[in-house]
C-alpha cells in the first residue's frame, strides 16, 4: 500500500531529483524520493547498531561487525 503525500523541496533539490528521472537513473521522482528514504532508513539503522556495539563492547558479535565492515558499504541497493 502506499499513501501519497505532499512536500516543499527547494528548488535546486527539485531540479537534482527532475534530473534524475529524465536522465534515466529513476522512473520517477516519487521513486528518487522513496529510495532516498529507503537509503535513510538503512543509514539510521546502522548507526543505531552501532551506538549498541558502542555500549556493549563484550559481546559475541565482534566476528560478524568485521566480516559485515569488510562487505558492505552504504552504497549497496539491497534490491540488486
Do not use: K
Not at 527532475?18 to 528514504?37: M, N, T, W, Y
Request: hydrophobic share 40%.
Amino acid at each position: 500500500m502506499t499513501t501519497q503525500i505532499a512536500v516543499r523541496l527547494p528548488d535546486d533539490v527539485v531540479s537534482w531529483v527532475d534530473s534524475q528521472v529524465s536522465g534515466g537513473a529513476a522512473p520517477s521522482r516519487a521513486a528518487v524520493v522513496s529510495h532516498a528514504l529507503e537509503r535513510e532508513f538503512r543509514r539510521a539503522a546502522a548507526e543505531r547498531d552501532a551506538q549498541i556495539l558502542r555500549e556493549n563492547p563484550n559481546d559475541d558479535l565482534d566476528g560478524f561487525v568485521s566480516w559485515t565492515a569488510e562487505h558492505f558499504t552504504m552504497d549497496e541497493d539491497p534490491e540488486s
